[in-house]
């Protein structure tokens, strides 16, 4: 089972002088894992270099998460190596961006998570063929 999910939401929450131009937040689901990838533009609207931007996750999701990682390129995104600093409090992921973002500036930032054990089942055992009923209760 594969579903990829786009939407645009404004659920990240940033710094006082970082303002958010474009967020989408895409699930990729495969069984009963989730892989919820996050692109944000933002921007630097402040009047000084801004190097940490800060992300929310939703109460729901934070029961189920898993490993986090955080880039400034696409092609980074799940690679741990190379992932930038990241410090949790609660529900705020703080992404370190090592160099600031200039005033005026504008910087793409991708965060990718894992969910696991997200959904609820309505029945405990499933037999082969059987069909099955997911609920998935979530508000954007």
Same mark, same amino acid.
């Given at each position: 089972? +594969?579903?990829? $999910?786009? +939407?645009?939401?404004?659920?990240?929450?940033?710094?006082?002088?970082?303002?958010?131009?474009?967020?989408?937040?895409?699930?990729?689901?495969? *069984?009963?894992?989730?892989?919820?990838?996050?692109v944000?533009?933002?921007?630097?609207? *402040?009047?000084?270099?801004? &190097?940490? =931007?800060? +992300?929310?996750?939703?109460?729901?999701?934070? !029961? @189920?998460?898993?490993?986090?990682?955080?880039s400034?390129?696409? #092609?980074?995104?799940r690679?741990?190596? !190379? &992932?930038?600093?990241? !410090?949790?409090?609660?529900?705020? =992921?703080?992404?370190?961006? #090592?160099?600031?973002?200039?005033? *005026?500036?504008?910087?793409?930032? =991708?965060?990718? =998570?894992?969910?696991?054990?997200?959904? $609820?089942?309505?029945?405990?055992?499933? !037999?082969?063929?059987?069909?099955?009923? $997911?609920? @998935?209760?979530?508000?954007?």
């Amino acid at each position: 089972m +594969f579903f990829n $999910l786009i +939407f645009l939401v404004q659920v990240v929450k940033s710094s006082p002088q970082l303002i958010n131009t474009d967020v989408q937040r895409r699930y990729q689901i495969d *069984g009963n894992i989730i892989t919820v990838n996050v692109v944000a533009q933002v921007m630097n609207q *402040g009047n000084e270099q801004a &190097s940490k =931007y800060t +992300f929310r996750i939703p109460r729901r999701e934070l !029961e @189920h998460i898993g490993l986090a990682t955080a880039s400034t390129t696409k #092609k980074n995104i799940r690679n741990f190596e !190379e &992932s930038l600093p990241i !410090e949790i409090n609660n529900d705020a =992921y703080t992404v370190n961006l #090592k160099k600031g973002i200039a005033p *005026g500036d504008t910087v793409t930032i =991708y965060f990718a =998570y894992t969910l696991g054990d997200y959904f $609820l089942f309505l029945k405990q055992k499933i !037999e082969l063929n059987q069909k099955m009923q $997911l609920q @998935h209760n979530k508000i954007l």
